[in-house]
Protein backbone atom coordinates (compact mmCIF):
# COMPACT_ATOMS: atom_id res chain seq x y z
CA UNK A 1 0.00 0.00 0.00
CA UNK A 2 1.53 3.75 -0.70
CA UNK A 3 0.53 6.52 1.39
CA UNK A 4 1.52 10.23 1.23
CA UNK A 5 4.27 11.68 3.49
CA UNK A 6 4.61 14.92 3.95
CA UNK A 7 6.87 15.39 7.04
CA UNK A 8 10.34 14.60 5.33
CA UNK A 9 12.39 17.23 4.08
CA UNK A 10 15.36 17.45 1.31
CA UNK A 11 18.03 19.97 2.28
CA UNK A 12 20.04 22.09 -0.56
CA UNK A 13 22.49 24.70 0.11
CA UNK A 14 22.35 27.93 -2.21
CA UNK A 15 24.99 28.10 -4.41
CA UNK A 16 27.11 31.20 -5.51
CA UNK A 17 25.10 31.63 -9.21
CA UNK A 18 21.85 30.92 -7.33
CA UNK A 19 22.99 34.33 -5.42
CA UNK A 20 19.67 36.62 -5.69
CA UNK A 21 17.33 34.81 -7.19
CA UNK A 22 13.54 34.29 -6.13
CA UNK A 23 12.45 30.93 -4.64
CA UNK A 24 10.28 30.70 -8.13
CA UNK A 25 13.07 31.88 -10.47
CA UNK A 26 15.53 28.68 -9.10
CA UNK A 27 12.56 25.98 -9.09
CA UNK A 28 10.87 26.43 -12.06
CA UNK A 29 13.28 28.03 -14.25
CA UNK A 30 17.09 26.50 -13.17
CA UNK A 31 15.70 23.36 -11.81
CA UNK A 32 12.46 22.75 -13.78
CA UNK A 33 10.43 21.47 -11.47
CA UNK A 34 7.29 20.10 -12.62
CA UNK A 35 4.44 22.80 -12.87
CA UNK A 36 2.04 20.13 -10.94
CA UNK A 37 4.72 19.71 -8.44
CA UNK A 38 5.18 23.34 -8.25
CA UNK A 39 1.48 24.48 -7.59
CA UNK A 40 1.38 22.33 -4.53
CA UNK A 41 4.22 23.91 -3.02
CA UNK A 42 2.88 27.28 -3.68
CA UNK A 43 -0.39 25.77 -2.14
CA UNK A 44 1.17 24.60 0.81
CA UNK A 45 3.53 26.99 1.43
CA UNK A 46 5.80 24.48 2.68
CA UNK A 47 8.91 25.67 1.63
CA UNK A 48 11.66 26.99 4.42
CA UNK A 49 14.43 28.81 4.37
CA UNK A 50 16.87 28.68 7.33
CA UNK A 51 14.07 27.05 8.93
CA UNK A 52 11.66 29.89 8.26
CA UNK A 53 8.38 29.51 5.91
CA UNK A 54 9.62 31.09 2.92
CA UNK A 55 7.28 32.05 -0.16
CA UNK A 56 8.12 32.04 -3.87
CA UNK A 57 9.31 35.14 -4.11
CA UNK A 58 11.47 35.43 -1.60
CA UNK A 59 15.23 36.46 -2.53
CA UNK A 60 17.73 33.98 -1.82
CA UNK A 61 21.03 34.50 -0.57
CA UNK A 62 24.79 32.04 -1.03
CA UNK A 63 24.85 29.97 1.89
CA UNK A 64 21.21 30.04 2.57
CA UNK A 65 19.27 26.70 3.51
CA UNK A 66 16.60 25.71 1.37
CA UNK A 67 14.30 23.16 2.34
CA UNK A 68 11.67 21.32 0.29
CA UNK A 69 8.91 18.93 1.60
CA UNK A 70 9.04 15.58 0.03
CA UNK A 71 5.29 15.26 -1.81
CA UNK A 72 5.51 11.97 -3.56
CA UNK A 73 4.07 8.54 -3.05
CA UNK A 74 6.59 6.41 -1.11
CA UNK A 75 6.35 2.35 -1.17
CA UNK A 76 7.33 2.02 2.71
CA UNK A 77 6.23 -1.90 1.87
CA UNK A 78 9.27 -2.78 -0.51
CA UNK A 79 10.35 -6.24 -0.10
CA UNK A 80 14.29 -6.38 0.78
CA UNK A 81 16.26 -9.06 -1.28
CA UNK A 82 18.96 -10.32 0.56
CA UNK A 83 22.12 -9.37 -1.61
CA UNK A 84 24.70 -6.84 -0.63
CA UNK A 85 25.05 -3.99 -3.14
CA UNK A 86 28.64 -1.96 -3.59
CA UNK A 87 27.55 1.55 -2.83
CA UNK A 88 29.70 3.73 -4.91
CA UNK A 89 28.64 7.23 -3.78
CA UNK A 90 25.87 8.08 -1.74
CA UNK A 91 24.12 11.83 -0.46
CA UNK A 92 20.99 12.89 0.58
CA UNK A 93 19.77 13.48 -3.10
CA UNK A 94 21.43 10.55 -5.12
CA UNK A 95 23.06 7.32 -5.01
CA UNK A 96 25.28 5.48 -7.09
CA UNK A 97 25.61 1.66 -7.01
CA UNK A 98 27.86 -1.05 -8.60
CA UNK A 99 25.03 -3.68 -10.17
CA UNK A 100 26.05 -7.67 -10.32
CA UNK A 101 25.08 -9.70 -13.20
CA UNK A 102 22.20 -11.61 -12.98
CA UNK A 103 19.59 -9.20 -11.92
CA UNK A 104 17.12 -6.54 -13.32
CA UNK A 105 17.26 -3.09 -12.51
CA UNK A 106 13.91 -3.20 -10.87
CA UNK A 107 10.50 -4.98 -10.57
CA UNK A 108 8.54 -5.46 -13.34
CA UNK A 109 5.34 -6.09 -11.24
CA UNK A 110 4.69 -6.48 -7.77
CA UNK A 111 5.39 -9.72 -7.10
CA UNK A 112 8.88 -9.40 -8.28
CA UNK A 113 11.40 -8.73 -5.74
CA UNK A 114 14.96 -9.80 -6.80
CA UNK A 115 16.12 -7.02 -8.51
CA UNK A 116 18.18 -4.14 -7.67
CA UNK A 117 16.14 -1.75 -6.25
CA UNK A 118 15.20 -4.57 -3.72
CA UNK A 119 18.92 -5.28 -3.02
CA UNK A 120 19.60 -1.81 -2.54
CA UNK A 121 16.58 -1.65 0.23
CA UNK A 122 18.69 -4.30 1.95
CA UNK A 123 21.70 -2.77 1.53
CA UNK A 124 20.96 0.55 2.70
CA UNK A 125 18.97 -1.22 6.06
CA UNK A 126 17.76 1.49 8.40
CA UNK A 127 18.70 4.33 5.95
CA UNK A 128 16.91 3.51 3.10
CA UNK A 129 14.59 5.79 1.07
CA UNK A 130 11.84 4.24 -0.25
CA UNK A 131 11.32 6.86 -2.73
CA UNK A 132 14.61 5.75 -4.48
CA UNK A 133 14.12 5.71 -8.05
CA UNK A 134 16.50 4.83 -11.38
CA UNK A 135 18.33 7.20 -13.99
CA UNK A 136 18.69 4.35 -16.41
CA UNK A 137 18.78 1.10 -16.74
CA UNK A 138 21.11 -2.11 -17.68
CA UNK A 139 20.24 -5.09 -18.90
CA UNK A 140 19.96 -8.02 -16.99
CA UNK A 141 23.54 -9.99 -17.06
CA UNK A 142 25.38 -6.31 -17.71
CA UNK A 143 27.25 -5.36 -14.87
CA UNK A 144 28.22 -1.56 -13.42
CA UNK A 145 27.54 1.58 -12.73
CA UNK A 146 23.72 2.73 -12.20
CA UNK A 147 22.39 6.05 -10.95
CA UNK A 148 19.35 6.70 -8.31
CA UNK A 149 17.20 9.66 -7.52
CA UNK A 150 16.27 10.09 -3.67
CA UNK A 151 13.37 12.24 -4.56
CA UNK A 152 11.38 14.09 -7.16
CA UNK A 153 12.88 17.15 -7.60
CA UNK A 154 16.35 15.42 -8.09
CA UNK A 155 14.91 12.83 -10.43
CA UNK A 156 13.32 15.60 -12.17
CA UNK A 157 16.90 17.25 -13.04
CA UNK A 158 18.48 13.98 -13.80
CA UNK A 159 16.26 12.70 -16.28
CA UNK A 160 16.85 15.99 -17.95
CA UNK A 161 20.48 15.63 -17.81
CA UNK A 162 20.62 12.23 -19.23
CA UNK A 163 17.85 13.68 -22.03
CA UNK A 164 20.03 16.50 -23.07
CA UNK A 165 23.74 14.16 -22.29
CA UNK A 166 25.06 15.89 -19.61
CA UNK A 167 25.46 12.64 -17.78
CA UNK A 168 28.16 10.98 -19.30
CA UNK A 169 28.24 7.06 -18.88
CA UNK A 170 31.12 5.02 -20.45
CA UNK A 171 31.48 1.05 -20.85
CA UNK A 172 34.00 -1.76 -21.49
CA UNK A 173 33.36 -4.24 -23.69
CA UNK A 174 35.07 -7.48 -25.13
CA UNK A 175 34.38 -8.21 -28.62
CA UNK A 176 35.02 -10.49 -31.21
CA UNK A 177 37.72 -10.03 -33.61
CA UNK A 178 39.84 -7.26 -34.15
CA UNK A 179 38.35 -3.95 -33.74
CA UNK A 180 39.20 -0.67 -35.21
CA UNK A 181 37.03 1.88 -33.44
CA UNK A 182 34.36 4.65 -34.78
CA UNK A 183 30.93 5.78 -34.29
CA UNK A 184 28.17 3.11 -34.99
CA UNK A 185 24.91 5.55 -35.95
CA UNK A 186 21.54 2.87 -36.96
CA UNK A 187 17.97 2.65 -35.83
CA UNK A 188 17.25 0.19 -33.51
CA UNK A 189 13.79 -1.35 -33.30
CA UNK A 190 12.54 -4.84 -32.26
CA UNK A 191 12.76 -7.99 -34.13
CA UNK A 192 9.32 -9.16 -34.80
CA UNK A 193 10.78 -12.91 -34.87
CA UNK A 194 11.85 -13.22 -31.32
CA UNK A 195 10.26 -11.69 -28.06
CA UNK A 196 13.45 -9.61 -26.62
CA UNK A 197 15.59 -9.79 -29.30
CA UNK A 198 16.30 -5.91 -31.01
CA UNK A 199 17.73 -5.15 -34.44
CA UNK A 200 18.56 -2.59 -36.94
CA UNK A 201 15.67 -1.24 -38.68
CA UNK A 202 15.20 1.56 -40.73
CA UNK A 203 11.78 1.89 -38.76
CA UNK A 204 13.21 2.05 -35.44
CA UNK A 205 14.69 5.00 -33.02
CA UNK A 206 17.65 6.44 -33.42
CA UNK A 207 20.39 4.87 -32.00
CA UNK A 208 24.32 6.42 -32.00
CA UNK A 209 26.97 4.51 -30.39
CA UNK A 210 30.72 5.56 -30.47
CA UNK A 211 33.85 3.24 -29.46
CA UNK A 212 37.70 3.32 -29.58
CA UNK A 213 40.18 0.18 -28.95
CA UNK A 214 41.69 -0.27 -25.70
CA UNK A 215 43.93 -3.54 -26.88
CA UNK A 216 43.21 -6.31 -28.88
CA UNK A 217 44.39 -9.60 -28.06
CA UNK A 218 45.59 -11.72 -31.21
CA UNK A 219 45.68 -15.24 -29.90
CA UNK A 220 42.32 -15.23 -29.02
CA UNK A 221 41.02 -12.93 -31.41
CA UNK A 222 39.26 -10.37 -29.04
CA UNK A 223 39.50 -6.57 -28.25
CA UNK A 224 38.82 -4.87 -25.37
CA UNK A 225 36.49 -1.39 -26.33
CA UNK A 226 35.67 1.47 -24.33
CA UNK A 227 32.05 2.50 -25.71
CA UNK A 228 30.30 5.84 -24.98
CA UNK A 229 26.16 6.21 -25.77
CA UNK A 230 24.44 9.44 -27.71
CA UNK A 231 20.90 7.49 -27.20
CA UNK A 232 20.08 4.51 -24.65
CA UNK A 233 18.12 2.51 -26.68
CA UNK A 234 17.45 -1.81 -25.28
CA UNK A 235 20.49 -3.61 -25.88
CA UNK A 236 22.51 -0.60 -27.84
CA UNK A 237 26.06 -1.59 -27.66
CA UNK A 238 25.12 -5.72 -28.41
CA UNK A 239 23.07 -4.68 -31.34
CA UNK A 240 25.37 -2.27 -32.74
CA UNK A 241 28.82 -4.16 -32.03
CA UNK A 242 26.91 -7.24 -34.05
CA UNK A 243 26.00 -5.14 -36.64
CA UNK A 244 29.35 -4.36 -37.77
CA UNK A 245 30.50 -8.11 -37.17
CA UNK A 246 31.68 -7.47 -33.27
CA UNK A 247 29.70 -9.20 -31.20
CA UNK A 248 30.33 -9.20 -27.62
CA UNK A 249 32.00 -12.41 -26.07
CA UNK A 250 29.51 -14.09 -24.08
CA UNK A 251 26.48 -12.86 -26.10
CA UNK A 252 24.79 -15.79 -27.47
CA UNK A 253 21.54 -13.61 -28.06
CA UNK A 254 23.68 -11.54 -30.55
CA UNK A 255 25.94 -14.28 -31.99
CA UNK A 256 28.56 -13.99 -29.28
CA UNK A 257 31.01 -17.17 -28.57
CA UNK A 258 30.86 -18.88 -25.15
CA UNK A 259 33.82 -17.88 -24.03
CA UNK A 260 31.99 -16.33 -21.23
CA UNK A 261 29.17 -17.19 -19.11
CA UNK A 262 27.53 -13.40 -19.96
CA UNK A 263 27.80 -10.93 -22.20
CA UNK A 264 31.04 -9.28 -21.54
CA UNK A 265 29.89 -5.78 -20.75
CA UNK A 266 30.56 -3.66 -17.79
CA UNK A 267 29.27 0.30 -17.27
CA UNK A 268 32.73 1.10 -15.69
CA UNK A 269 32.41 5.05 -15.37
CA UNK A 270 30.13 8.16 -14.83
CA UNK A 271 30.49 11.72 -15.12
CA UNK A 272 27.99 14.47 -14.19
CA UNK A 273 27.53 17.74 -12.45
CA UNK A 274 25.62 17.38 -9.06
CA UNK A 275 22.30 19.37 -9.81
CA UNK A 276 22.35 20.67 -6.12
CA UNK A 277 26.18 21.42 -4.95
CA UNK A 278 27.32 21.58 -8.32
CA UNK A 279 30.56 20.05 -7.78
CA UNK A 280 31.85 17.55 -10.61
CA UNK A 281 30.77 13.97 -9.98
CA UNK A 282 33.28 11.33 -11.74
CA UNK A 283 33.02 7.85 -10.57
CA UNK A 284 34.50 4.87 -11.57
CA UNK A 285 33.31 1.00 -10.60
CA UNK A 286 35.68 -2.07 -11.05
CA UNK A 287 35.21 -5.39 -12.10
CA UNK A 288 32.51 -7.47 -9.81
CA UNK A 289 33.68 -10.97 -11.79
CA UNK A 290 36.24 -12.39 -13.66
CA UNK A 291 35.64 -10.56 -17.05
CA UNK A 292 39.07 -9.01 -17.47
CA UNK A 293 40.22 -12.17 -16.86
CA UNK A 294 39.69 -12.86 -20.90
CA UNK A 295 42.99 -11.08 -21.85
CA UNK A 296 45.32 -13.42 -19.28
Known sequence: MQEKHQTKFTQINIQKPWDGKTIEELITKNWRVPKKLVHQLRMEKSIRVNSEVANFSKRLAFGDRLSLPILEERDEHRRKYPLRIDVLYEDDHLLIVNKPAGIKTHPNHPEEYDTLV??????????RDDSISPIHRLDQDTTGIVLFAKHIYMKTMLDRMLEERNIRRTYVAYVQGKGKGGTIEANIGRDRHHPTRRRVSSTGKRAVTHYSVIRYHSQKNITEIRCHLDTGRTHQIRVHLAHIGHPLVGDR????????????????????????????IDIQAPFLDDMDQLFI
Open 253 to 280: LYGGKSMFHRQALHANRIVFIHPFTLEK
Open 118 to 127: NAIAYTLGNR
